[in-house]
């Protein structure tokens, strides 16, 4: 494995449902980060953990709950989400917050 | 916060065409960062130039900070380089890019 690797590439979830998205990246870097991806629309950035310990929240509502056990593995815990949720979710890391990021495939997810 | 401008929004090319894409800033910075991002959704950053220029392959980046604006260049377009090409740039004490809404490229056969 190399890279940043994303699971599951897809997910379809009922509004009421729990389902937890993963990232993990076999880079050795010290930050990672989830961004959204609307369509017609910029990437949003969502959260940001250095050395796990979060240090950014882009105002992201409650819904969406990050974990970063350790530098390698980020989680973004998701419950009763809404339809305007749907998007693509893709998660990055960078060995540094200055330097360039590697991203993942993404997560496509579709809320019904 | 640091506003990013691409142009143009929507490109077509037949294969083997050359392109330019741009990206303004409104603020002097600190990272710029190129992504191309494939139609299976794939970000693949292809340049870290906050300033100067570099060279991989067919592609070139030039980044003239003191002008606030990056260029891209794209040479003998082949049909895989569709896709959305994104710049993404942060300023001041904050290292946390802020993304344009791309350029969304197409090179037909």
């Known amino acids: 494995e190399t890279g940043v690797t994303q699971t599951p590439r897809h997910l379809v979830m009922g509004m009421t449902n729990k389902k937890s998205l993963k990232c993990e990246q076999h880079?050795?870097?010290?930050?990672m980060y989830w961004y959204k991806q609307s369509a017609k629309k910029p990437l949003e950035l969502m959260f940001v953990?250095?050395?796990?310990?979060?240090?950014e929240n882009n105002s992201v509502p409650s819904r969406f709950s990050p974990e970063c056990p350790n530098s390698s593995h980020l989680f973004l815990h998701l419950h009763t989400l809404q339809p305007e949720d749907s998007a693509l979710y893709l998660c990055?890391?960078?060995?540094?917050?200055?330097?360039?990021?590697?991203f993942g495939s993404g997560t496509r997810l579709t809320v019904v | 916060g640091i506003q990013v401008e691409q142009s143009p929004p929507d490109l077509i090319l037949q294969e083997g065409a050359n392109s330019t894409l741009r990206c303004n800033f409104s603020?002097?910075?600190?990272?710029l960062q190129w992504f191309h991002q494939n139609p299976w959704g794939q970000l693949i950053n292809l340049f870290y130039?906050?300033?100067g220029t570099k060279q991989n392959g067919r592609l070139s980046a030039t980044t003239v900070a003191t002008e606030r604006y990056s260029l891209l260049y794209i040479s003998s377009s082949q049909t895989t380089d569709s896709g959305v090409y994104f710049c993404?740039?942060?300023?001041?004490?904050?290292?946390?890019?802020?993304f344009g809404r791309g350029t969304s490229l197409i090179v037909h056969p």
């Open positions: 990055a890391s960078s060995q540094d917050r200055r330097l360039s990021y590697t």
């Open positions: 880079l050795g870097h010290n930050a």
């Open positions: 953990y250095n050395f796990k310990e979060q240090t």
């Open positions: 603020d002097s910075v600190n990272n």
């Open positions: 130039i906050p300033s």
């Open positions: 993404a740039v942060s300023s001041g004490g904050s290292y946390i890019p802020t």
